[in-house]
């Protein structure tokens, strides 16, 4: 975890670029891509794996954490609230 950066309002690209990489290495990387199974054995590992993904999101992050604290899937909306804010800025800079 310590090659992760803690989310700030300015590194979100290198935040979740090496936030799916850990997340890759942990085994834990499907989760963001994919929803819950059905089926009781695929719905049980996605459930585990995504138990350990939010709890490895939430450690990265810093003064967002209580902003995201009630979230309980690895697909959470801190890629639309930042690509969102970073696409503001861009107009802005025009």
Not at 42 to 62: M, P, R, T
């Amino acid at each position: 975890m310590s090659s992760v950066p803690q989310l700030t309002a300015t590194n979100y690209c290198v935040w979740s670029m090496k936030l799916e990489a850990v997340l890759g290495l942990k085994r834990r990387y499907i989760v963001l891509f994919t929803d819950r199974s059905i089926g009781d054995k695929k719905c049980e590992k996605w459930d585990s794996d995504n138990k350990d993904a939010v709890c490895i999101i939430k450690l990265s992050l810093s003064n967002q954490v209580m902003q995201f604290t009630n979230e309980t899937n690895a697909k959470t909306k801190i890629k639309e609230t930042y690509v969102e804010r970073l696409e503001d800025s861009k107009i802005d800079a025009n």
